[in-house]
């Protein structure tokens, strides 16, 4: 089967960190774009709510983004590793968003009501514990943290897949029913986890399917 990233051109390497660069000013674009709306009227009659959900989308899909990279190198031959940690980190600051929208502006600094609702309803104490997951792999999507951790840091980054998971539940508790939104983000997840129960063996199928190398 002939690998798609052969009708995909190769960036040059001297635009990598810009192209880096770039990605992060297009990722914010959403955010800047739906706080405009809020400030002009956009939003319809609930502009917090509104901007709040919306960040909160924009956090999944870029979580999802993150996690699609590695099939998209292992399954098709695209190789946008070198963007993983813009991505995550950009779903780290939609998060962020996210939460701060509903403290500063929702609940107005009540941080009586936070806790209240942090502590009992179930949506907001899982979106909120995706958060603080959140924090150590932002903190450490840096060349220093992933030397100095070694073997550690694979480990801790792996937490993606629980936050994910998080972060659906999370949506469709909020939303209150499971429609086409919630429904899509849902069954991408279950098929990034599913991918990387089956990734192992199905490496090892591909590389024995590889016709051996004459030697020269």
Known sequence: MTSLSV???????????????????????PAAWY????????????????FEHLLGIWALRLIIAT???????????????????????????YVLMHFSVYLLLDLQLNFGAVGGDIARRPYITIGFAALIF?????????????RKLGQGWTRLHKLIYLIAIGGAIHYVLAVKSVTMGPFVHIALIGLLLFYRLIRRPLLNWKRGRQPARVAR
């Open 35 to 50: 706080f405009y709306q809020a400030a002009t009227g956009g939003l319809g009659f609930n502009p917090v709510k509104e």
């Open 7 to 29: 009708a995909i051109p190769a960036l040059p390497r001297r635009y990598h960190a810009a192209s880096i660069w770039v990605l992060y000013v297009v990722g914010l674009c």
């Open 67 to 93: 996690l699609v990279v590695t099939p998209l190198r292992d399954l098709l031959g695209i190789n946008w590793i070198r963007y993983r940690r813009a991505l995550g980190l950009l779903a780290f600051y």
């Open 134 to 146: 959140l924090i150590p792999l932002a903190v450490t999507s840096n060349n220093w943290s992933i």
